[in-house]
């Protein structure tokens, strides 16, 4: 544990008593943003709330899934969206998930082959966010026209922020993504050796992948999630409902834990701990330097003036990046809606309120005397305070 920590500890959790288990199991997928359960883990955080979290790192989003479906996994780094798929048991077994806490803000990248970076940059592709977009409108009308196959792009899992993402800022450029291109699943670690070897021509995925595809001189960035949606939603804790409900002090005792390493990570002087920790095999595997640029927003880039530092390239605190925003439920159900994966007759509000869980939140962290927000929804775009949304779009969620 951190020196710091030590004059904070408690020595248990609040006046409801205990946890009902000391153990908890949590599944990872290899990302920055499993750096709150990480550092919960190895630096005291969820001992100090006597807990002992046991980490497991999984190949894929599926896999994280089944095993939280079927109780081999009691919580988890889990894709938004995915919890609002399985509680809907959309293109799996039903499983009523909720979202207690969201474990960071941003961390994406949009990242393509580096010849179509090049057709890109001959097409336009500029400063602004969606020039990207544009560029690409550009080279799939000349392919189109040239009688070649369409590109492929890969996206983390169906029901992700990755895939909805994309998707938008295709359809902002007049790129229609179920026709005029092909998207295909793959998991994270996999994305880089599927650009290499030209069986995608680019991806949407989360830190650290773009860097390490640019750092093995096979990609380049076109631009970060964090210029696309200003603050926008990523992973949450995953957990099922049926869980929560009969080990409530427990997941108290690990929303504290786990906003408590978030607010640890996020420090600047953290930095290199944290990326030294995640790079062990069995987390991240990669090079600790690349996870630490990560971290600051200096993302490499291949082309004379293609590095980006994005400071807000991914958050794991401020903002209140950890707060489960109703908001970023009811958007993604939206996008499910708007993609065709579920009927349009789906109560967005309802669902919304059912699956994100920020009563939770705030009796967990009610001593942790935190500043918390007093409302459930939020707009988004466009305006300093509001942040970009989608160059600038305006989205009112109209719940609440």
Not at 30 to 53: I, M, Q, S, T, W
Not at 256 to 263: M, S
Not at 341 to 370: F, K, N, S, W
């Given at each position: ?9 408690w ?13 908890v ?7 920055l ?34 095993k ?11 894709l ?30 949009i ?14 592709l ?14 799939i ?45 793959i ?23 773009n ?9 380049e960035i ?7 949606w ?9 957990v ?8 409530p ?60 530092n ?12 950890t707060?489960?925003w ?75």
């Amino acid at each position: 544990m951190p020196d710091s920590l030590e004059d904070k500890v408690w020595g248990g959790t609040d006046a409801g008593g205990a946890p009902e288990v000391s153990t908890v199991h949590a599944g990872i997928i290899p990302l920055l943003d499993c750096a709150p359960l990480v550092v919960a883990a190895e630096f005291g955080f969820a001992e100090k709330y006597n807990l002992r979290l046991e980490i497991s790192r999984e190949q894929s989003w599926a896999s994280i899934r089944d095993k939280v479906t079927i109780g081999h996994l009691d919580c988890a780094h889990m894709l938004g969206p995915m919890v609002i798929a399985s509680t809907l048991g959309i293109g799996h077994v039903r499983t009523p998930l909720i979202a207690p806490m969201a474990l960071g803000l941003n961390g994406n990248a949009i990242t393509v082959s580096n010849d179509l970076h090049d057709r890109l940059i001959a097409a336009g592709l500029g400063g602004d966010v969606l020039s990207g977009a544009r560029a690409l409108k550009a080279v799939i009308d000349a392919d189109r026209a040239a009688g070649r196959p369409p590109l492929t792009f890969g996206v983390v899992f169906p029901f992700s922020a990755h895939n909805y993402e994309l998707r938008g800022w295709l359809a902002a450029a007049g790129i229609n993504p179920d026709f005029d291109l092909r998207l295909v699943v793959i998991p994270p670690p996999l994305m880089v050796a599927n650009l290499d070897q030209g069986l995608i021509d680019g991806f949407c995925v989360g830190a650290p992948w773009n860097a390490v595809a640019v750092e093995a001189g096979v990609g380049e960035i076109v631009t970060t999630k964090s210029r696309i949606w200003h603050n926008g939603p990523e992973k949450v804790l995953g957990v099922r409902a049926t869980w929560a409900a009969a080990h409530p002090r427990t997941l108290n005792a690990l929303i504290r834990a786990l906003v408590e390493a978030a607010q640890w990570v996020e420090r600047p002087e953290n930095r290199r701990a944290v990326a030294e920790t995640l790079a062990a095999p069995h987390y991240l595997g990669i090079a600790a330097p690349i996870l630490a640029q990560a971290m600051a927003g200096d993302l490499p880039g291949r082309a004379p003036g293609g590095a980006v530092n994005d400071p807000d390239f991914i958050t794991f605190f401020r903002d209140d990046a950890t707060f489960p925003w109703r908001s970023h439920a009811a958007w993604f159900t939206e996008q499910m809606i708007r993609w065709r994966q579920i009927d349009q007759d789906t109560d967005i509000c309802a669902l919304a309120e059912q699956v994100y869980r920020p009563d939770i939140y705030r009796d967990a962290v009610r001593p942790l005397g935190l500043a918390v927000p007093d409302g459930d929804w939020k707009p988004e775009g466009t305006g300093p305070s509001r942040g970009r949304f989608f160059g600038d779009a305006v989205y009112d969620p109209e719940c609440g």
